[in-house]
């Protein structure tokens, strides 16, 4: 535990939500329990914990509950700040760029991969089409990758920041929708940077036991085809 | 002599009735930041907007000493930390936890909501008030009895929501419901921004307001 705090994370890990909570609590080193809940249902905890949206992933502290991943990540950042390196940078303008690229990956990215992985099996022009945004977004994911990382490892530099995790929890999805609509999303001739950062990403030791395995993910999606529960962002 | 504006080097892209803007402007204002206002025609947006927005072309876009910030809750967050004074986000974290899910409720729900009950009709229409009523009793139940949603502070859900208030007349008006009889603890904080010099000198009269909203409807034929 963290110090004797008490700490809990609701979700599943196929919620790259919730993906995201667990890469910055194990950045911070820090201890917690994994409240598991069951796809198709929404636990009592969850319902009181988070009433207005009734979504995962809530992270419990202390009994108190804090929703919305992005919001959830900046609190530990801040509650854990001497655990670990700082998932957001110092700078104020750099701040203001990760939180941008945050926005942009959730409310204009994130859509077109959803796309990808709720099209009907035989829908090829949907698949493409969407495939075709996925890639647009990563190209210009590309590009602020370049400047935010200026020749180091992540796009928080040396560390893995802020953006990182915003962009990096959805690795897994991507790699499902790829094997899902027979597509190449992450292709090493148009977002090279990008590729190399996957990789390194997926292999840091913070993410490699939260990020869901491609396969699995696929398999996940056909139990929820047609459902409401690959979920909005939060 | 440079102007207190250009000492400051803060410009502001916006648009004179989006609530976006307006927050960044009453943020602006609680800060006592002096600051270019530049006015865009969004049917003829600038080369300065097309370059210091190139990903959504789109307002309110602050620029500070050249460099450009987008997003109006970005903004904000930029402005509460860059000046220091009058902390807008509380100290505490999950206090700051609150505010930020608050203010991203705010940024989800009301203008999306406000503009189906503007622009729908019938079931559509009819969902969209209820769904507006069920937002603003939300906020309401998160204000409480506060004075403000930061307490005895005006903090960044308030700047976020605001500007909004200016749009009660109209979402009243086209959702045939009253807001204070809804709302009455909400009604009255809005009264209290109101009297806030930051804010009656940002957002415009809600009657402006329905006007513009009214252009809009012609524009996409909606009556």
New interface residues.
Partial sequence: MAGGQELKLLGLWESPFVVRSGIALNLKRLGYEFLEEVPGTKSELLLKSNP?YKKMPVLI?NG?P???SM??V??ID??WAAAGPSILPSD??D??IA??WA??IDDKWFPSLLKIVRAKADDEEEKAEAAEQVIAGLQ?LEEAFEKCSKGKDFFGGQTVGYIDIALGCYLGWLKAAEKMAGIKLLDKEKIPLLVGWAERFCSADAVKEVMPEADKLVEFAKLLRGTQNVAAPN | MATAAEKEGVVLLDFWVSPFGQRCRIALAEKGVEYEYKEENLSDKSPLLLKMNP?HKKIPVLI?HG?P???SL??V??ID??WSNNPLLPSD??E??KA??WA??VDKKVSECGTRLWKLKGEAHEEARKDMIEILK?LEGELGDKKYFGGEIFGFVDVALAPFTAWFYTYETCGKFSIEKECPKLTAWAKRCKERETVSKSVHHPHKVYEYVGKLKKKYGVE
């Fill in positions: 207005v502290h108190k804090i929703c919305e919001i959830i900046q609190y801040k509650v104020p303008h701040r203001a939180r941008f926005v942009y210009l | 990903i500070h460099k910030i987008c997003e970005v903004i967050q930029y930390e860059v974290p999950y700051r936890a930020r899910f991203d409720f939300l």
